[in-house]
């Protein structure tokens, strides 16, 4: 089957290879005679998944599993703006958000059903078009929270934050795994799957142990946190096809170098694109002017005369490539190229660029 470059955000691109071991699996398993989608979740089958998943994850962050532990949820990472102040934000208590895209909102939105909420940096007086550098941090709050990605906007965080003794939170939804970090610094990493490492329906939880020991108790079962790690993410009947993919898709990343390797790739498929758009300074306008703050993965420009954007998305279908539109909240034009998408796909996006670009000035 011919395959189109998909630059969509999400549910996006996976490797052609997971696809395919993926594709057999929903036949058959392990020669139990069963699809993954029909294999109990507490069963023998199953049971190599879901834990062969979580070692392989801690081990590609370079974590314990002393140290540390690895919750497969549904819910994505909005179920997460909730979960995590329910888990260990009080009235009496203060957590610390950033506020750097439509998520940080979001997450902050939630958090203030809880208990307090102190803004340690925002970039929304430009349309989240920067990080914000300067950290208001709140000595002995709760914890700080911050997203590394935003997807929307297409900025990155890549410096860890320094905020001391207070527990590091980060929803790294659009992002995980795609460069190398020093994932110790974190009390706690959550992610949705279906960007970088598996289709839609599971969030990947990683927790520092000595963290979850400090969680409430006094709320509901399957939104604590403490319950789905004493269950090892089965307190329920988790989703299975999802984390199957998941670790299939972690096990190309291990054996195809780790996240030294990935990054590299990355770095060198976004420099295709953004070189392209900073080339034409009068025909294109990439929204995040800080170079710094350019995310990897999501990459946000538009045209400066609007009406050819028509043309332009019309010119991407006839060239197989799909999911360019800007979010609607936003306009304009963004290339999501994650762990997966093509480096191909990268030279054939810059070479349109181009291509569109002195047909433009031409004209």
């Not at 054996?255 to 080339?279: F, P, Q, S, T």
């Given at each position: 089957?011919?395959?189109?470059?998909?630059?969509?955000?999400?549910?996006?691109?996976?490797?052609?290879?997971?696809?395919?071991?993926?594709?057999?699996?929903?036949?058959?398993?392990?020669?139990?005679?069963?699809?993954?989608?029909?294999?109990?979740?507490?069963?023998?089958?199953?049971?190599?998944?879901?834990?062969?998943?979580?070692?392989?994850?801690?081990?590609?962050?370079?974590?314990?599993?002393?140290?540390?532990?690895?919750?497969?949820?549904?819910?994505?990472?909005?179920?997460?703006?909730?979960?995590?102040?329910?888990?260990?934000?009080?009235?009496?208590?203060?957590?610390?958000?950033?506020?750097?895209g439509e998520w940080g909102k979001k997450a902050i939105k939630e958090a203030k059903l809880f208990g307090q909420v102190h803004v340690a940096g925002s970039s929304e007086d430009k349309n989240f078009s920067y990080i914000p550098k300067q950290l208001d941090v709140n000595p002995g709050s709760a914890y700080?929270?911050?997203?590394?990605?935003?997807?929307?906007?297409?900025?990155?965080?890549?410096?860890?934050?320094?905020?001391?003794?207070?527990p590091l939170i980060t929803d790294a939804s659009s992002e995980f795994l795609s460069r190398a970090m020093d994932f110790s610094k974190f009390s706690m990493i959550y992610a949705g799957a279906q960007k970088n490492l598996g289709p839609a329906g599971v969030t990947m939880i990683v927790m520092r142990k000595s963290f979850l020991e400090t969680a409430r108790e006094d709320i509901p079962a399957i939104l604590s946190y403490k319950t789905h790690a004493k269950a090892d993410s089965l307190y329920n009947t988790p989703p299975v096809f999802p984390i199957y993919v998941t670790g299939l898709t972690l096990k190309w990343i291990?054996?195809?170098?780790?996240?030294?390797?990935?990054?590299?790739?990355?770095?060198?498929?976004?420099?295709?694109?953004?070189?392209?758009?900073?080339?034409?300074?009068?025909?294109?306008?990439?929204?995040v002017i800080q170079k710094e703050d350019r995310s990897l993965m999501n990459i946000t420009f538009r045209i400066r005369d609007t009406e050819r954007e028509k043309s332009f998305l019309s010119g991407a279908q006839e060239r197989k490539m799909d999911g360019l539109k800007g979010h609607r909240s936003v306009g304009g034009f963004r290339a999501s190229i994650y762990n997966a998408f093509p480096v191909e796909g990268c030279v054939a996006l810059a070479e349109y660029l181009h291509e569109f670009a002195e047909r433009g000035v031409r004209d």
């Open positions: 089957m011919e395959r189109i470059y998909n630059f969509s955000s999400g549910p996006a691109v996976l490797p052609l290879s997971v696809l395919e071991e993926a594709s057999r699996g929903v036949l058959g398993i392990n020669g139990s005679g069963m699809s993954v989608l029909e294999v109990s979740h507490r069963g023998k089958d199953y049971e190599a998944i879901h834990y062969g998943a979580g070692e392989r994850l801690l081990r590609i962050m370079g974590l314990s599993q002393e140290e540390y532990i690895v919750l497969f949820l549904g819910g994505g990472a909005s179920l997460q703006f909730a979960m995590l102040p329910m888990n260990f934000l009080t009235p009496d208590k203060t957590a610390c958000y950033v506020n750097a700080f929270h911050y997203t590394t990605n935003n997807t929307i906007e297409g900025t990155t965080q890549f410096a860890t934050p320094e905020v001391g003794d207070i291990e054996e195809g170098g780790g996240l030294a390797v990935i990054e590299k790739r990355n770095r060198e498929k976004a420099a295709l694109i953004y070189d392209a758009l900073d080339a034409y300074p009068d025909f294109y306008e990439p929204t």
